[in-house]
């Protein structure tokens, strides 16, 4: 379960960020999209896909846990 | 303007590797790669921050370095113990030529050596009371210190110190920061772990109590510059002539008070992405800020990012912005008028750290000067993403280059010049290359900022147009009858 920063870029994309895993990725897409359900299944642009716990839509950037699916 | 096709590029990294054994071969040759411009993610073809090979030459620091010598070392109004043997602190003295002002041994102590000088006694004993006596002595003949931070060398870590216990109770009962930094020299692969641990401790012991202020309207500060012989002075005064209100310099010329303002304002700038991304990011998370990265080297880059930064702020920042580029365009293109000439058409190789590798590009472009090999001593994959796009199509790129690489490299690819660290200097010097130490400017600087440029352009001027270079096959060696000149090692 690492920690993961989830921020926009200056281009206003998702990003995802694990800095003990050295990883910077462009978040693809997002498996929940609503204001009241935000997280699910976050599929990274290099194909690998992290699942964070479902929350209401958080303010970003955020660090919360997530599992390497 | 390139030189080599792709091809040659790739059999040239073959041809070096060719002497290492199967294994080491295959390791090295993931850190070698022709540059792919159009590749989105480095990490498909370098890669980066991994352990260096047993038994090759590497440049790389360690941990300590990264923390005492990069990240706490520049902040002038604390004391940075080094925590350990007497060597790591003194070797690492003002050599980074952070410039800062101030009275040495008074309010300032950034060229200073503090050090536990930890004997064969402290490590079968332990070194914890000679700690605790120390940060006594540092306030009993510094008392205008702000601060105390204990770097760590690696026997601190190997014999199990509890220095956070001892800085606790120091700070309980002297009322000031002292921070436990765990920067043991073996932690990591290179210095960049060093950056981490050190941003961690300043979030964790230096920000933690602070909050949330309003900022004010043009407040900015200035991240991951480290006043390398003024480098953020002469970065500074542009902001400043902006409009911009600079309230916190870190760490160069920085202190205590600056951190702590960090969070009153409304745009942190970022120079050296790798060593101070990781606090940034946190002040993004926790107060809100954000971060750009910048580049103030070269009128062409400096002009980008001045209207970068710009773009935060409203219409009349915008326009002082444009005033400020249009007030030291005919300095510039002076300078460019002179050297250029001079310079036209050589070719550089860039071996350093941090943000150099690709932030000086803009620059040695500026004087019609190409960049032909560049690469990091301790990157990590975000640098490599960041290169590539500056770098042009087909040139090298190596990753914690080893010693005798970097030496096959120049030989094959003979560049005009070669900027790197002290450690190559004198080998490139005596092949008869041209050189600059890249990483304190060589005793020189401020290259940052426009003031910088100039500097920056006589320096290259100067290594490679020195007379030297015509001096060095001996006169009787010249002529048509002399034999030709053979390198030993060939």
Same mark, same amino acid.
């Given at each position: 379960?690492?920690?993961?920063?989830? $921020? $926009?870029?200056?281009?206003?994309?998702?990003?995802?960020?694990?800095?003990?895993?050295?990883?910077?990725?462009? /978040?693809?897409? /997002?498996?929940?999209?609503?204001?009241?359900?935000?997280?699910?299944?976050?599929?990274?642009?290099?194909?690998?896909?992290?699942?964070?716990?479902?929350?209401?839509?958080?303010?970003?950037?955020?660090? /919360?846990?997530?599992?390497?699916? | 303007?390139?030189?080599?096709?792709?091809?040659?590029?790739?059999?040239?990294?073959?041809?070096?590797?060719?002497?290492?054994?199967?294994?080491?071969?295959?390791?090295?040759?993931?850190?070698?790669?022709?540059?792919?411009?159009?590749?989105?993610?480095?990490?498909?073809?370098?890669?980066?921050?991994?352990?260096?090979?047993?038994?090759?030459?590497?440049?790389?620091?360690?941990?300590?370095?990264?923390?005492?010598?990069? #990240?706490?070392?520049?902040?002038?109004?604390?004391?940075?113990?080094?925590?350990?043997?007497?060597?790591?602190?003194?070797?690492? !003295?003002?050599?980074?030529?952070?410039?800062?002002?101030?009275?040495?041994?008074?309010?300032?102590?950034?060229?200073?050596?503090?050090?536990?000088?930890?004997?064969?006694?402290?490590?079968?004993?332990?070194?914890?009371?000679?700690?605790?006596?120390?940060?006594?002595?540092?306030?009993?003949?510094?008392?205008?210190?702000?601060?105390?931070?204990?770097?760590? &060398?690696?026997?601190?870590?190997?014999?199990?110190?509890?220095?956070?216990?001892?800085?606790?109770?120091?700070?309980?009962?002297?009322?000031?920061?002292? #921070?436990?930094?765990?920067?043991?020299?073996? !932690?990591?692969?290179?210095?960049?772990?060093?950056?981490?641990?050190?941003?961690?401790?300043?979030?964790?012991?230096? =920000?933690?109590?602070?909050?949330?202020?309003?900022?004010?309207?043009?407040?900015?500060?200035?991240?991951?510059?480290?006043?390398?012989?003024?480098?953020?002075?002469?970065? !500074?005064?542009?902001?400043?002539?902006?409009?911009?209100? #600079?309230?916190?310099?870190?760490?160069?010329?920085?202190?205590?008070?600056?951190?702590?303002?960090?969070?009153?304002?409304?745009?942190?700038? =970022?120079?050296?992405?790798?060593?101070?991304?990781?606090?940034?990011?946190?002040?993004?998370?926790?107060?809100?800020?954000?971060?750009?990265?910048?580049?103030?080297?070269?009128?062409?880059?400096?002009? &980008?990012?001045?209207?970068?930064?710009?773009?935060?702020?409203?219409? &009349?920042?915008?326009?002082?912005?444009?005033?400020?580029?249009?007030?030291?365009?005919?300095?510039?293109?002076?300078?460019?008028?002179?050297?250029?000439?001079? %310079?036209?058409?050589?070719?550089?190789?860039?071996?350093?750290?941090? %943000?150099?590798?690709?932030? #000086?590009?803009?620059?040695?472009?500026?004087?019609?000067?190409?960049?032909?090999?560049?690469?990091?001593?301790?990157?990590?994959?975000?640098?490599?993403?960041?290169?590539?796009?500056?770098?042009?199509?087909?040139?090298?790129?190596?990753?914690?280059?080893?010693?005798?690489?970097?030496?096959?490299?120049?030989?094959?690819?003979?560049?005009?010049?070669?900027?790197?660290?002290?450690?190559?200097?004198?080998?490139?010097?005596?092949?008869?290359?041209?050189?600059?130490?890249?990483?304190?400017?060589?005793?020189?600087?401020?290259?940052?900022?426009?003031?910088?440029?100039?500097?920056?352009?006589?320096?290259?001027?100067?290594?490679?147009?020195?007379?030297?270079?015509?001096?060095?096959?001996?006169?009787?060696?010249?002529?048509?009858?002399?034999?030709?000149?053979?390198?030993?090692?060939?």
């Amino acid at each position: 379960m690492p920690s993961v920063m989830l $921020r $926009r870029t200056e281009g206003g994309k998702l990003s995802l960020y694990v800095a003990k895993k050295d990883l910077e990725e462009i /978040v693809e897409t /997002v498996e929940f999209e609503t204001p009241e359900k935000w997280g699910g299944a976050l599929t990274l642009a290099d194909g690998s896909v992290f699942y964070v716990d479902p929350m209401p839509e958080p303010k970003l950037p955020i660090t /919360v846990k997530a599992k390497k699916m | 303007m390139t030189t080599m096709t792709r091809e040659e590029t790739d059999a040239l990294i073959q041809e070096v590797l060719e002497v290492y054994p199967e294994d080491a071969k295959a390791d090295r040759a993931k850190h070698l790669a022709s540059n792919d411009q159009s590749a989105e993610k480095s990490s498909k073809c370098i890669t980066s921050n991994r352990k260096s090979l047993p038994g090759v030459m590497t440049i790389r620091g360690c941990a300590y370095a990264g923390s005492k010598g990069v #990240v706490w070392g520049p902040i002038k109004d604390m004391i940075h113990i080094s925590h350990g043997p007497v060597g790591c602190g003194q070797y690492s !003295r003002a050599g980074r030529r952070n410039y800062y002002v101030g009275t040495t041994g008074v309010n300032t102590f950034g060229t200073m050596n503090f050090t536990s000088d930890f004997q064969e006694k402290d490590i079968v004993f332990g070194g914890d009371k000679k700690l605790s006596k120390l940060i006594e002595e540092v306030e009993a003949l510094f008392p205008l210190n702000k601060g105390i931070s204990v770097q760590s &060398e690696c026997p601190i870590g190997l014999i199990g110190d509890d220095i956070e216990a001892v800085s606790k109770k120091a700070a309980a009962e002297f009322g000031k920061p002292v #921070v436990p930094v765990r920067c043991e020299g073996f !932690r990591g692969v290179s210095q960049s772990l060093g950056h981490h641990i050190a941003n961690d401790a300043i979030r964790d012991h230096m =920000l933690a109590d602070v909050e949330k202020v309003e900022p004010g309207k043009y407040d900015v500060s200035i991240i991951g510059d480290y006043n390398i012989g003024g480098d953020a002075w002469s970065s !500074r005064i542009l902001l400043e002539e902006m409009g911009l209100n #600079v309230v916190a310099q870190w760490s160069g010329d920085g202190t205590v008070a600056e951190m702590k303002n960090c969070p009153k304002v409304k745009l942190n700038l =970022l120079h050296c992405y790798r060593s101070m991304n990781y606090i940034s990011r946190f002040m993004e998370e926790k107060y809100g800020i954000p971060w750009i990265e910048y580049n103030f080297f070269g009128p062409t880059k400096i002009a &980008e990012s001045l209207r970068k930064i710009a773009s935060f702020f409203d219409d &009349e920042i915008k326009a002082n912005a444009e005033k400020v580029i249009a007030k030291y365009q005919p300095l510039m293109q002076a300078v460019i008028d002179k050297y250029k000439a001079r %310079l036209e058409g050589k070719k550089v190789m860039l071996y350093v750290g941090g %943000l150099r590798p690709r932030h #000086v590009i803009g620059a040695y472009e500026d004087l019609g000067m190409e960049v032909v090999g560049t690469g990091y001593e301790f990157a990590h994959n975000d640098d490599y993403d960041r290169t590539m796009k500056e770098m042009g199509n087909a040139t090298l790129l190596y990753d914690d280059v080893t010693g005798y690489e970097l030496e096959e490299f120049v030989k094959k690819i003979k560049p005009d010049l070669i900027g790197s660290g002290i450690k190559e200097k004198y080998i490139f010097q005596k092949m008869g290359i041209p050189f600059r130490q890249m990483h304190s400017w060589d005793y020189s600087g401020p290259y940052h900022g426009y003031d910088g440029f100039a500097i920056f352009a006589r320096d290259m001027d100067m290594a490679i147009n020195s007379p030297t270079w015509s001096g060095m096959t001996a006169p009787w060696l010249k002529g048509s009858d002399a034999p030709a000149a053979k390198a030993v090692n060939e």
